[in-house]
């Protein structure tokens, strides 16, 4: 039989390792995150933006279902016409056929487009959402652990104290 020192140590172990998964996935979305982020800033900077008007919405089936993607149509600084599908859909339609956007778009690659909302952020959004939750319990596994492993030296102490002394 083991020991309560070994069976407290094989504990912390198991501990030690969760801590070591959620922070490592904790700090690759940080990651993530952060490239994102700035994927995103350097697209909004380099853009011009555009009045843009939805001409139709793309039908796509998909595994969970149907999702309608807005089609829109702009004018670029040059009046040139540029017509691109969203990146992001929805069933039901958040837009409707003849709805105006505002559009930002890449002014040397003016089909590299984007309706201009809050989707532009949603991977940014959503990586940090995964930062908070796996770096949150890393880091709450980590205080955890400090404090378990100091409770355990203090015990580890009094238990070899107590057994020299009897």
């Known amino acids: ?11 912390m172990n198991r501990i030690k390792i969760i801590q070591y998964v959620f922070t490592a996935i904790g700090s690759a979305a ?16 380099k853009s011009k ?22 089609v829109v149509q702009f004018k670029t600084l040059d009046n040139q016409d540029i017509t691109f599908k969203a990146n992001i859909g929805n069933n039901p339609p958040l837009e409707k056929i003849g709805d105006t ?5 890449d002014p040397e690659s003016p089909n590299d487009a984007s309706i201009k909302s809050l989707f532009l952020w949603f991977g940014s959004l959503l990586s940090g959402f995964f930062v908070l939750i796996f770096g949150g319990i890393g880091l709450g596994f980590m205080i955890a652990s400090k404090r ?7 015990n580890d102490f ?5 057994s020299i002394l009897h």
Not at 51 to 66: C, T, W
Not at 101 to 105: E, T
Not at 158 to 162: A, D, K
């Open 1 to 11: 039989m083991e020991s309560p020192i070994k069976q407290k140590h094989h504990q």
């Open 30 to 45: 940080l990651l993530v995150c952060i490239c994102l982020t700035i994927n995103t800033l350097n697209f909004i900077n």
């Open 49 to 70: 933006e555009a009045n843009g008007k939805i001409i139709d919405l793309a039908y796509e089936s998909h595994y969970k279902g149907h999702i309608y993607y807005p």
């Open 101 to 105: 956007v505002d559009v930002f778009y």
């Open 148 to 154: 378990s492993e100091k409770r355990s030296n203090d």
């Open 158 to 162: 009094q238990y070899r104290t107590n």
